[in-house]
């Protein structure tokens, strides 16, 4: 089975350009876990028989927002943090309530949890990062909490770096939004709680990337940033046959990425 995540930077602009539907006729994910969904799903009419859609929309209109699109009928969804790590953290700042802005959502499944997460931005002057220091131990620690039931496999958009190998640029961007300390020690934290970083277990070379910004022909140059992941818990690994990066595909900013496993729903 195969499972992709793709930060679409609004999912209408997507779909208008005519690359969401081939997209899925080409590469079939059983699951497909989007993030900066931009829009409430009565916003667009899609039509993908074969998938099941659950959303999570921001209150902010055209903002942030995940979603999972799934070919097997979950278990449960959960939408947000369990209250009693929401109430852990201090979640909202100046920019906002990171509780409203549909950031993460948890589908279960016989053999493992699946969940989509969209991590607030450090922003360019970094006055997000205390925000960030906050959300990324309270999203870890619900990915754990799951972990202690049965095994987990997260992803998205985690606006973040992990080493050197993840950007073109590491010594221009050293201590700027997505490379600073403090985000990398958010990843080490996960790998801590005996996550692994999938991509890792099949490529340690660099060039590899899923962000490039929109300025001076970036991603025909290949000047990126892989700050888009795919987590798995350690017992999931003998299943996991590849994890892939899939730079061709057109229509955001971001590119998908995916793993494909040796099981069945």
């Given amino acids: 089975m195969k499972i992709y995540s793709w930060n ?28 900066e969904t931009k829009a409430n799903q009565d916003q667009i009419d899609l039509d993908f028989e074969d998938y099941e859609e659950y959303w999570f929309s921001a209150e902010r209109k055209g903002y942030s927002g995940t979603a999972i699109f799934t070919k097997h009928t979950p278990i449960a969804v959960q939408h947000g943090l369990p209250a009693n790590i929401a109430t852990k953290y201090q979640l909202a700042d100046e920019y906002g309530d990171t509780l409203k802005e549909g950031r993460t ?68 961007n050293r201590g700027k939004k997505g490379f600073t300390d403090e985000e990398r ?17 099949f490529n340690q070379e660099g060039n590899n990337y899923t962000w490039w910004s929109h300025f001076a022909g970036a991603r025909e140059r290949n000047i990126g940033w892989r ?21 061709n595909v057109m229509g955001s900013d971001h590119c998908p990425v995916s793993v494909e496993l040796s099981l069945d729903l």
Avoid at 11 to 20: D, N, S, T
Avoid at 149 to 171: Q, Y
Avoid at 192 to 201: A, C, E, I, Q, V
């Fill in 8 to 35: 679409v930077n609004g999912i209408r602009a997507v779909h208008k350009k005519g690359l969401l539907e081939p997209f899925l006729a080409e590469h079939q994910p059983d699951i497909l876990c989007l993030q």
């Fill in 105 to 172: 959502m948890v589908a279960e499944f016989e053999p493992f949890f699946v969940s989509t997460v969209y991590t607030p931005n450090a922003k360019d002057d970094l006055s997000r990062i205390a925000m960030r220091q906050q959300w990324d131990p309270a999203y870890l620690e619900y990915m754990d909490q799951l972990q202690q039931v049965k095994p987990v496999i997260f992803c998205g958009d985690f606006n973040v770096a992990h080493t050197e190998l993840d950007l073109s640029r590491p010594k221009e």
């Fill in 227 to 247: 700050i888009d992941y795919i987590m798995s818990s350690k017992d999931l690994i003998p299943m996991i046959k590849n994890a892939r990066i899939h730079s």
């Fill in 185 to 201: 020690a958010g990843i080490e934290a996960m790998i801590d709680k005996g996550f692994t970083d999938t991509f890792r277990l």
